[in-house]
């Protein structure tokens, strides 16, 4: 029992550190960007190919799973992504399906649309029981790193500087603008960290979720379930929210396997009929 | 607020609308045209039969995007829960005439519809995407767990079409498929036409303008939206159980993600809002993945991908600018 809620906090943990970026700047712009995953999925294809063709050490390439994407994201911010801020959400969601389309495609072209692994280090595999619960050495490290993650994310936002411009300018921007912050600038690092975020998730992610060239597309749902149950703009709804998420759906599958995929979506109509704004929204949603 | 002392103002309001809904020249020779291909084009028939179903699919999206502004990401679940309808009243001879077949698939779509519209209206346009796409993969779920009904990943085999009215049996070459596919097409044209140009259609217009004020002004923007959710959710099952009737088959893959980003693509390629852009896409949608399935067809979906992106970053009012004479013409009297 206990390793399942266990395995389900790493599941969660994972599901947050992917989804959290795209909760801030969803909150930060409204914009709905459904092509979070390709970020993640860079992140994962990045740490595949550093680790089993160059024979980089893992925990070597993870910050390379970050920086790559979260320079992608910076680049793809400020080409094509900023003309779409002002337009309507039915141009943003064609918009971002077709770069979904286009990435799904392009890495299918490049990289074989079969699953992918990457090779842990010995260390990392295996078990061992803390009073007759089985814990996954890499789950366990998956919850720390999303943890130390999680709380540094948490102190960013309420104690920096930035921290309080980014509320700031989630809160109403152009208040925030007439105040002198450069809500442009402030967007364009949430981007690039929320993005590099979602690489970081996708490469720890790869051998728990597994990676083909289909990620975006089969975790589209998961990450708009965090937001829209976690609601936007902090860092706690979200976390809840995915810890939620990946407890339910790891005891779901254990439990009723039967019924396995609908606990989810079970739980996503029950809070949406109990709490149409989000579980752990700030009262009104923009 | 129209009370009776208003009724000049009832009266203004139904002249405008009469002159609205009146037929505009273009109109009448775009059904001309297509009226004439079911002789002039005998050998295309079955690419114009699933042009006329994706035709008749995306006027359902339409109506909830052009004219109600809900957003979906799932509309493919109405179009297989149809599909599977239809296949398992054929098999099954619950209803063997494939008309009443037709209608009764439609219905029992519109009854999710209105299940499931409670769901869809809550919240802003994020939850609607979530759910929208939630339902749609629920559906495949179910469709795929339950395989000693369905067929499950196998799809539904075994599916045999009686004749239409026992009399028109469906032939090979889709002679009969077509001109059933047309009619049926061009039927509900009629009824979405006479929908949006109803007292009904002028106030989903104000609700997709400001939900908020149109509230204010006293329209039950709630009720209106589950309505057109409903008659939405029937088009897309008519439109899926023809698929099956058509096809005498259906698969999984009625009720994919792809089915419905694939809608929005021709949609967009026609544009929303005039009642003829999912007929126009259709067309255009058609005929490129033809063209393009013929050069590469394994990354067919890359392309779809960058026609989105390039559409938006262009500008879809500008991309619609090609289209832009026609669709004044067809609006504007």
């Given at each position: 029992?206990?390793?399942?809620?266990?395995?389900?906090?790493?599941?969660?943990?994972?599901?947050?550190?992917?989804?959290?970026?795209?909760s801030v700047t969803l909150g930060l712009m409204n914009f709905i960007n459904l092509a979070h995953g390709t970020f993640a999925m860079a992140g994962g294809y990045v740490a595949v190919v550093v680790v089993n063709r160059l024979g980089v050490p893992f925990f070597a390439a993870l910050p390379l799973a970050f920086v790559i994407p979260a320079v992608l994201g910076v680049i793809l911010e400020r080409t094509i992504y900023r003309p779409v801020y002002a337009r309507s959400h039915l141009d943003q969601v064609l918009f971002t399906i077709g770069l979904v389309f286009m990435s799904v495609a392009a890495v299918d072209y490049v990289a074989g649309s079969q699953q992918v692994f990457i090779q842990l280090p010995?260390?990392?595999?295996?078990?061992?029981?803390?009073?007759?619960?089985?814990?996954?050495?890499?789950?366990?490290?998956?919850?720390?790193?999303?943890?130390?993650?999680?709380?540094?994310?948490?102190?960013?936002?309420?104690?920096?500087?930035?921290?309080?411009?980014?509320?700031?300018?989630?809160?109403?921007?152009?208040?925030?603008?007439?105040?002198?912050?450069?809500?442009?600038?402030?967007?364009?690092?949430?981007?690039?960290?929320?993005s590099g975020l979602a690489g970081l998730g996708g490469a720890l992610g790869a051998e728990i979720l597994g990676l083909d060239p289909q990620f975006p597309l089969k975790f589209m749902i998961y990450f708009l379930i965090v937001v829209a149950v976690g609601g936007t703009s902090s860092v706690t709804g979200p976390f809840l929210a995915s810890l939620l998420?990946?407890?339910?759906?790891?005891?779901?599958?254990?439990?009723?396997?039967?019924?396995?995929?609908?606990?989810?979506?079970?739980?996503?109509?029950?809070?949406?009929?109990?709490?149409?704004?989000?579980?752990?929204?700030?009262?009104?949603?923009? | 607020?129209?009370?009776?002392?208003?009724?000049?103002?009832?009266?203004?309001?139904?002249?405008?609308?009469?002159?609205?809904?009146?037929?505009?020249?273009?109109?009448?020779?775009?059904?001309?045209?297509?009226?004439?291909?079911?002789?002039?084009?005998?050998?295309?028939?079955?690419?114009?039969?699933?042009?006329?179903?994706?035709?008749?699919?995306?006027?359902?999206?339409?109506?909830?995007?052009?004219?109600?502004?809900?957003?979906?990401?799932?509309?493919?679940?109405?179009?297989?829960?149809?599909?599977?309808?239809?296949?398992?009243?054929?098999?099954?001879?619950?209803?063997?005439?494939?008309?009443?077949?037709?209608?009764?698939?439609?219905?029992?779509?519109?009854?999710?519809?209105?299940?499931?519209?409670?769901?869809?209206?809550?919240?802003?346009?994020?939850?609607?995407?979530?759910?929208?796409?939630?339902?749609?993969?629920?559906?495949?779920?179910?469709?795929?767990?339950?395989?000693?009904?369905?067929?499950?990943?196998?799809?539904?085999?075994?599916?045999?079409?009686?004749?239409?009215?026992?009399?028109?049996?469906?032939?090979?070459?889709?002679?009969?498929?077509?001109?059933?596919?047309?009619?049926?097409?061009?039927?509900?044209?009629?009824?979405?036409?006479?929908?949006?140009?109803?007292?009904?259609?002028?106030?989903?217009?104000?609700?997709?303008?400001?939900?908020?004020?149109?509230?204010?002004?006293?329209?039950?923007?709630?009720?209106?939206?589950?309505?057109?959710?409903?008659?939405?959710?029937?088009?897309?099952?008519?439109?899926?159980?023809?698929?099956?009737?058509?096809?005498?088959?259906?698969?999984?893959?009625?009720?994919?993600?792809?089915?419905?980003?694939?809608?929005?693509?021709?949609?967009?390629?026609?544009?929303?809002?005039?009642?003829?852009?999912?007929?126009?896409?259709?067309?255009?949608?058609?005929?490129?993945?033809?063209?393009?399935?013929?050069?590469?067809?394994?990354?067919?979906?890359?392309?779809?991908?960058?026609?989105?992106?390039?559409?938006?970053?262009?500008?879809?009012?500008?991309?619609?600018?090609?289209?832009?004479?026609?669709?004044?013409?067809?609006?504007?009297?």
């Open positions: 029992m206990l390793t399942i809620l266990f395995d389900g906090v790493a599941y969660g943990m994972l599901l947050f550190v992917l989804a959290c970026g795209l010995r260390a990392l595999e295996g078990q061992f029981n803390v009073f007759g619960v089985g814990i996954g050495k890499y789950r366990l490290l998956i919850i720390v790193i999303c943890g130390l993650i999680g709380v540094a994310l948490q102190y960013a936002l309420v104690h920096t500087r930035f921290g309080s411009r980014l509320r700031a300018a989630v809160d109403d921007p152009r208040a925030a603008r007439g105040l002198g912050i450069n809500v442009n600038v402030v967007f364009a690092i949430t981007f690039a960290v929320g998420l990946g407890i339910s759906d790891v005891a779901g599958k254990y439990y009723v396997p039967k019924l396995g995929a609908f606990v989810i979506y079970t739980i996503m109509i029950v809070v949406l009929l109990w709490r149409p704004q989000g579980l752990f929204s700030r009262g009104s949603t923009r | 607020m129209i009370g009776p002392g208003s009724g000049s103002l009832t009266a203004a309001v139904a002249y405008h609308l009469a002159r609205r809904a009146h037929w505009r020249g273009l109109e009448i020779a775009f059904w001309a045209i297509t009226l004439l291909t079911i002789f002039l084009l005998p050998g295309k028939h079955l690419i114009l039969t699933e042009i006329a179903i994706l035709g008749l699919f995306a006027l359902s999206l339409d109506l909830l995007i052009g004219y109600a502004g809900v957003l979906s990401l799932g509309h493919a679940a109405y179009f297989g829960f149809g599909a599977y309808a239809a296949g398992l009243f054929a098999k099954h001879g619950i209803i063997g005439e494939p008309f009443f077949a037709l209608l009764a698939a439609g219905l029992a779509t519109a009854a999710l519809g209105f299940a499931t519209s409670f769901l869809v209206l809550r919240g802003s346009d994020l939850t609607r995407l979530m759910v929208t796409l939630g339902v749609s993969l629920v559906l495949r779920e179910i469709a795929n767990r339950y395989d000693g009904l369905t067929g499950g990943a196998d799809g539904l085999q075994g599916i045999t079409v009686a004749p239409l009215f026992g009399r028109f049996a469906f032939d090979i070459s889709g002679h009969v498929a077509y001109v059933y596919s047309l009619a049926v097409l061009f039927i509900l044209f009629l009824v979405a036409r006479r929908i949006i140009y109803s007292p009904f259609g002028l106030s989903l217009r104000a609700v997709k303008g400001n939900p908020l004020r149109a509230a204010a002004i006293g329209i039950g923007v709630n009720w209106r939206l589950v309505w057109i959710y409903t008659i939405a959710a029937a088009y897309a099952g008519i439109a899926g159980a023809l698929l099956t009737q058509t096809a005498q088959f259906c698969s999984l893959d009625v009720l994919s993600f792809d089915r419905s980003a694939d809608l929005l693509v021709v949609l967009i390629l026609g544009g929303t809002g005039y009642l003829y852009g999912g007929l126009i896409g259709a067309i255009l949608f058609k005929l490129a993945q033809d063209w393009i399935a013929g050069i590469t067809p394994q990354y067919w979906q890359f392309w779809i991908g960058l026609t989105l992106v390039v559409i938006v970053l262009v500008g879809s009012e500008r991309m619609a600018g090609l289209l832009g004479p026609i669709r004044k013409l067809v609006q504007k009297a």
